[in-house]
């Protein structure tokens, strides 16, 4: 499987960004998908998970009412809306589905004035 994330950039503090992940070469539409952030020199952290169909989602604390995961099956892709977006949202994002040993390149996210 592959997955490639785009939409990453630099932001402002209070701004947007939409990141998407596209899935190739195994069957989306039944796996549960993740997106992790990792920071210099901080530890991996799960932001966001969604199940197969999308009716199962969850947040870290740290993103809860901010930041919104969706996914579109018919086009393999998983997203991830982040708004009101903070300097500690700084990371690199990656999509994934671990348990099937899948992870994206990751897209950069810096969030600066």
């Known amino acids: 499987g592959q997955l490639v994330e785009s939409g990453g950039g630099l932001v402002q503090p209070g701004g947007s960004l939409r990141l998407s992940c596209v899935a190739s070469?195994?069957?989306?539409?039944?796996?549960?998908m993740r997106w992790y952030r990792q920071a210099p020199g901080k530890d991996r952290e799960l932001v966001a998970r969604i199940s197969s169909i999308g009716v199962g989602i969850n947040y870290a604390d740290s993103v809860k009412g901010r930041f919104t995961i969706s996914r579109d099956n018919a086009k393999n892709t998983v997203y991830l809306q982040m708004n009101s977006l903070k300097p500690e949202d700084t990371a690199v994002y990656l999509c994934?589905?671990?348990?099937?040993?899948?992870w994206g390149q990751g897209t950069q996210v810096t969030v600066s004035s």
């Open positions: 994934a589905n671990p348990l099937r040993g899948y």
């Open positions: 070469a195994f069957t989306f539409s039944s796996a549960t």
